[in-house]
């Protein structure tokens, strides 16, 4: 079964702090890890995927499958980085082929204090 | 930019009766999917569809739900004989491709009350 558990419901930082947000899965096979991310009133939308290895907004993530983490990190904050945050998995077919379900965390919020 | 659609915003039914929570996805993606999230709780996959059939669904989509393109452009969400833990906020998505090399893009959610 797939898991994800975002540990952390609040993160509060402070403009120019690092940001940390913590993200760690549980799957047999090999996952591809997503953030997608939803600014207020917006819709959810992709951040970012493991595999594309880029950064977006300064954010950064990297996948560690001795942990099973993905942490999403950002050295210095900035106001308009305040949202919710959401982890993200998807497990490859037993074939091998792409999957079409995600399974989510309960998310984080981020909010970062001017 | 093309975005994915929904309507309605919000909808309020009586326990019992159907709903209908109508998508358009963008126009040139394959997959299309549906969503949801309880008050509170994390956003839950229902059901994926592809080729005018289902690929996966998940245990939740049960034979109360059902889903449908009827006209290849809209895509939508029934839900036969509604009960309270229906209520959530029900998200359409679509994508070109699988979801190891596409991007899932979301609507901004039909919020469904069932009183």
């Known amino acids: 079964a797939q898991r994800v558990t975002q540990p952390e419901k609040l993160l509060s930082v402070f403009k120019g702090a690092p940001v940390e947000l913590k993200c760690n899965y549980s799957?047999?096979?090999?996952?591809?890890l997503f953030w997608y991310v939803q600014y207020s009133r917006q819709r959810l939308q992709l951040l970012l995927r493991?595999?594309s290895r880029e950064s977006i907004k300064g954010f950064t993530a990297d996948l560690n499958k001795g942990e099973t983490s993905f942490h999403l990190k950002k050295p210095f904050a900035q106001e308009e980085d305040s949202a919710m945050y959401y982890c993200?998995?998807?497990?490859?077919?037993?074939?091998?082929?792409?999957?079409?379900?995600?399974?989510f965390g309960k998310g984080t919020k981020l909010s970062v204090i001017p | 930019e093309p975005e994915v659609t929904q309507t309605p915003s919000h909808q309020v039914t009586q326990m019992g009766q159907e709903v209908i929570l109508r998508c358009v996805p963008i126009s040139n993606h394959l997959y299309f999917y549906w969503y949801r999230q309880i008050l509170g709780q994390k956003v839950e996959f229902l059901v994926s569809?592809?080729?005018?059939?289902?690929?996966?669904k998940s245990e939740i989509f049960d034979d109360q739900f059902s889903v449908e393109r009827p006209d290849g452009s809209n895509f939508t969400l029934k839900i036969r004989s509604t009960k309270l833990e229906d209520s959530a906020m029900y998200f359409c998505?679509?994508?070109?491709?699988?979801?190891?090399?596409?991007?899932?893009?979301f609507g901004e959610g039909s919020r469904l009350t069932v009183l």
């Open positions: 998505a679509s994508s070109v491709d699988s979801l190891n090399t596409g991007e899932l893009f």
């Open positions: 569809f592809y080729n005018n059939e289902i690929s996966e």
């Open positions: 993200a998995l998807s497990g490859l077919g037993g074939s091998g082929a792409g999957s079409y379900q995600l399974t």
């Open positions: 493991h595999i």
């Open positions: 799957y047999s096979g090999s996952p591809e």
